[in-house]
Structures are given as structure tokens and as C-alpha cells.
């Protein structure tokens, strides 16, 4: 049921990391995560790209970031992978807890 709600809700806030070294994307996703907690909005699509390489969606795809985003209090679930070049994720809002992970 959440998979559903999400794949056909337009409540995504939208961060893209095109040209981005992955420790400075992790960081642009944990702030707009927090800022989806903030405004209520329960997922997020991350435009990674994937004309120039993978690490970015290999990443944002992995069980890593997810656990990565569970240290720091945010606790996420993959939604739907579409086009090679996003990710969408859901937010549970009321697991969120600011937190910040450091590399």
C-alpha cells in the first residue's frame, strides 16, 4: 500500500545531484530530507543522472544508504526506480529524527 501511494502521489521534493562527488550528495539528500520533515512531505526524488557514471545511483540504491540514513535518524524506503537516472525514496515521517551523518 505505501509503494502505491507513493508512485502515483506528486508530494516529492526534488533534489538534484548531477556533477556531484557522492559525500557532498549525501549531505544534499539528509538536508532535503530534513526539509521533507519539515514540510510534511513524505518522499523524495533524487535525480542522479547516469550518462557519467554509476556511483551516484548505486548509492542511492543501495541497502547502505539506507542504513546510513537509519544512523542519522532518518528512516527511508525505496519507492520506485523508473528511469536510470532517478530514485525515489519514501520518508517514514513519524520515525524522522534530526540527525546528521558525517562521512
Known amino acids: ?3 502505491e501511494k507513493h508512485i502515483n502521489s506528486a508530494h516529492f521534493l526534488i533534489v ?30 533524487i535525480i ?4 557519467h557514471g554509476t556511483t551516484l ?3 542511492f540504491q543501495s541497502n547502505k544508504f ?6 542519522a535518524g532518518l ?3 525505496l519507492v520506485h ?3 536510470l537516472g532517478d530514485t525515489q525514496i519514501g520518508v517514514e515521517m513519524q520515525k ?8
Open 16 to 45: 538534484d545531484l548531477h556533477g556531484m562527488y557522492l559525500k557532498d550528495a549525501i549531505i544534499d539528500v539528509e538536508e532535503k530530507l530534513e526539509e521533507c520533515k519539515d514540510r510534511g512531505v513524505e518522499g523524495l526524488k
Open 96 to 103: 524522522l529524527q534530526k540527525g546528521k551523518y558525517r562521512l
Open 48 to 51: 542522479h543522472g547516469y550518462h
Open 75 to 77: 528512516i527511508i524506503s
Open 57 to 59: 545511483r548505486e548509492y
Open 66 to 71: 539506507k542504513e546510513d540514513m537509519k544512523c
Open 1 to 3: 500500500m505505501f509503494l
Open 81 to 83: 526506480i523508473k528511469n
